[in-house]
């Protein structure tokens, strides 16, 4: 099975602060990638799918990029209601791996 | 607006069985791909199951394959999972899950149910 690789597992930045989380696959998928943001005791949320694709109503400071095996979650200016933990998730096919995860917290 | 009702879940001995199920709405149900995804406290979220749109594949994660069957009834727009010879280790929060675009057999998620705890316990 192919596997999902998140860096780093959490981060702390400041306030307007270019962010990237990192998800590497261990095998190629393609484009065949979603991040999702869930905040502390929400539900999760689709931010980005077909590695760059930003869903609907999501802030354009979110950005993806990437095929392949390397991806990258970028949040342009850092703002506090982004403290949340992002995973990427693969969907080229079962099993829908998520990785690890990425806290990203406000310094 | 899409909406998906779950019920079920609880607190089970080992070896048990308890059945989640999902009701849905403000889509046409039998164009999409469902699922489940749990959370156990404190962790990351594990893609558990997916059924494709009309039921005719059903994919696993390993350590549930042969002990839970998931399900759907596109006639009452009803998605299930049936889990059977519980685990300590099946201890979380489960979430029902919409395929993100139809016809897919199984891609992101962009809708997700408000969560039910599973507590498989002695």
């Known amino acids: 099975d192919i596997q999902m690789t998140q860096s780093p597992s959490s981060l702390s930045a400041s306030v307007g602060d270019r962010v990237t989380v990192t998800c590497r696959a261990s095998?190629?998928?393609?484009?065949?990638l979603a991040w999702y943001q869930q905040k502390p005791g929400k539900l999760p949320n689709l931010l980005i799918y077909?590695?760059?694709t930003l869903q609907s109503g999501v802030p354009s400071r979110f950005s993806g990029s990437g095929s392949g095996t390397d991806f990258t979650l970028t949040i342009s200016s850092l703002q506090p209601e982004d403290v949340a933990t992002y995973y990427c998730?693969?969907?080229?096919?079962?099993?829908?791996?998520f990785g690890g995860g990425t806290k990203v917290e406000i310094k | 607006e899409v909406q998906l009702l779950q019920s079920g879940g609880g607190s089970v001995q080992p070896g048990g069985s308890l059945r989640l199920s999902c009701a849905a709405s403000?889509?046409?149900?039998?164009?999409?791909?469902m699922g489940w995804v749990r959370q156990a406290p404190g962790k990351g979220l594990e893609w558990v199951s997916t059924?494709?749109?009309?039921?005719?594949?059903?994919y696993y994660t390993d350590s549930v394959q042969a002990r839970f069957t998931i399900s759907r009834d596109d006639s009452k727009n009803t998605l299930d999972l049936q889990m059977n010879s519980l685990r300590a280790e099946d201890t979380a929060v489960y979430y029902c899950?919409?395929?993100?675009?139809?016809?897919?057999?199984?891609?992101?998620?962009?809708?997700w149910g408000q969560g039910t705890l599973v507590t498989v316990s002695s």
């Open positions: 095998q190629g998928i393609n484009n065949h």
């Open positions: 059924i494709s749109d009309g039921g005719r594949r059903t």
């Open positions: 998730q693969k969907y080229d096919g079962a099993p829908l791996t």
């Open positions: 077909g590695a760059s």
């Open positions: 403000g889509f046409t149900f039998s164009n999409y791909a």
């Open positions: 899950a919409k395929e993100g675009a139809p016809h897919s057999g199984g891609g992101y998620i962009d809708h």
